[in-house]
């Protein structure tokens, strides 16, 4: 698959750029905050974690693939994806008997390639 097209509607594969610059936005207020972190809440589990670097490395992808892909049985993935439907983040498309899902905001990209950056930096500058 060429991973700079989804076949999936709402898929967008271009980088979170048309959202205004961290700096440029208004301090956020207390309900901000708290779907903020709800948004880090969602995203503090492992599994979704790995489900979703897996989906930003291969784009879409079905329970199955996913499920091998992580060392996990595919009923544990699918409950891990639904929560990630549910929560905006993650879109699906039905392709025959098999539900292939995708991210739904390239926002999410960009976060996890941020936090693993800030994991691999402050681990070297404690070490």
Same mark, same amino acid.
């Given at each position: %698959?060429?991973?700079? +097209?989804?076949?999936?509607?709402?898929?967008? !594969?271009?980088?979170? *750029? +048309?959202? !205004?610059?961290?700096?440029?936005?208004?301090?956020?207020?207390? !309900?901000?905050? &708290?779907?903020? $972190?709800?948004?880090?809440?969602?995203?503090?589990?492992? +599994? #979704?974690?790995?489900?979703?670097?897996?989906?930003?490395?291969?784009?879409?992808?079905? /329970?199955?693939?996913? $499920?091998? #892909?992580? &060392? %996990?049985?595919?009923? &544990? /993935?699918?409950?891990?994806?639904?929560?990630? /439907?549910? #929560?905006? =983040?993650?879109?699906?498309?039905?392709? &025959?008997? *098999?539900?292939?899902?995708? =991210?739904?905001?390239?926002?999410? =990209?960009?976060?996890?390639? #941020?936090?693993?950056?800030? %994991?691999?930096? *402050?681990?070297?500058?404690?070490?």
């Amino acid at each position: %698959m060429n991973k700079q +097209t989804s076949p999936i509607p709402g898929c967008p !594969p271009e980088p979170c *750029s +048309t959202k !205004p610059l961290l700096k440029d936005r208004p301090l956020i207020g207390l !309900p901000q905050a &708290g779907e903020l $972190a709800g948004v880090f809440k969602m995203l503090a589990n492992d +599994t #979704r974690l790995r489900i979703l670097h897996a989906l930003a490395r291969d784009g879409e992808v079905g /329970v199955s693939e996913l $499920a091998e #892909r992580i &060392g %996990m049985k595919p009923q &544990g /993935v699918s409950n891990q994806l639904q929560r990630l /439907v549910d #929560r905006g =983040i993650l879109c699906h498309r039905r392709d &025959g008997n *098999s539900i292939r899902y995708c =991210i739904k905001d390239p926002c999410v =990209i960009d976060l996890l390639d #941020r936090g693993l950056c800030l %994991m691999e930096d *402050s681990r070297e500058r404690h070490e």
